[in-house]
C-alpha cells in the first residue's frame, strides 16, 4: 500500500481497511454486502468518514442541475410579463422609425415568447407612407410575426427561422418627381 493510502486509511478509519474480528468488528456476509466482499458494522458500503463517497457528489451536482434547469425555466416564462407592453410597443415603434424614416404605429395587441424560440408578434401594424402620397399608409398588417431562433440569438447571431406578415396591404405609388414610395428617407447619406 503506498503512503498516502496508507494516511488516507489511518485518518479516516483509524486503521488499515482490513477485515477484523471480535465482538465489535463483525464482518457481515450477508445483507448490506456488495459484490461478495464483505463489510465493517456500522458503516455502509462505499461510505468513509472522509466523505469520499462518490454518489453523494453526483447527487449534489445533479440536484444543482436541475436547480439551475427550473431558475431559467422560470426566468423565460416570467420575462415577458415583467416588461409592460407599452414599453415595448413604444420601443418597437421608435426603432422601425429609425429604421425607415417614416412615422411607425402598432395600435393592437404586442406579444413576446420565448419558449422554445423567441417569437414577437406585432398586430395592426401601419407604416406612413411618403409625403404627398395619395394613401397615408404605405403598409399596414394585421399582424407580424417574427421568429428567430434561442440560441444563435444567444450566441449575438440573429437567424430569422420565420417572418410573417398577415392580412398585408401594401401601397406602392411614384410621386410627381418620379420618386417610387419605397425608397426610405432614413438620414444615412449616399456615398458616391
Known amino acids: 500500500m503506498s503512503g498516502a493510502a496508507e494516511i488516507h486509511n489511518k485518518l479516516c478509519h483509524g486503521s488499515p481497511r482490513e477485515p477484523q474480528t471480535g465482538a465489535d468488528s463483525t464482518i457481515l456476509a450477508g445483507r448490506g454486502a456488495t459484490r461478495g466482499r464483505p463489510h465493517l458494522r456500522g458503516r455502509p458500503p462505499g461510505i468513509d468518514r472522509c466523505g469520499s463517497n462518490g ?88 399582424a407580424l410575426r417574427l421568429k428567430v431562433g434561442l440560441f444563435p440569438l444567444l450566441g449575438g447571431e440573429l437567424a430569422v427561422d420565420e417572418f410573417v406578415l398577415d392580412r398585408p396591404v401594401i401601397r406602392l405609388e411614384v410621386d410627381a418627381a418620379g420618386k417610387p414610395n419605397w425608397e426610405f428617407d432614413t438620414g444615412a447619406s449616399s456615398s458616391g
Open 55 to 142: 454518489s453523494v457528489r453526483v447527487k449534489k451536482v445533479l440536484i444543482g442541475l436541475v436547480a439551475i434547469v427550473v431558475i431559467l425555466v422560470v426566468v423565460v416564462l416570467v420575462l415577458p410579463s415583467i416588461v409592460p407592453k407599452d414599453t415595448l410597443r413604444a420601443q418597437i415603434e421608435s426603432q422601425m422609425e429609425s429604421a425607415t424614416g417614416r412615422d411607425v404605429t402598432i395600435a393592437g395587441d404586442v406579444g413576446v415568447s420565448i419558449i422554445p424560440s423567441v417569437e414577437l408578434t406585432l398586430e395592426r401594424v401601419s407604416i406612413a407612407n411618403a409625403p404627398g402620397a395619395a394613401d397615408p399608409n404605405m403598409v399596414e398588417l394585421g
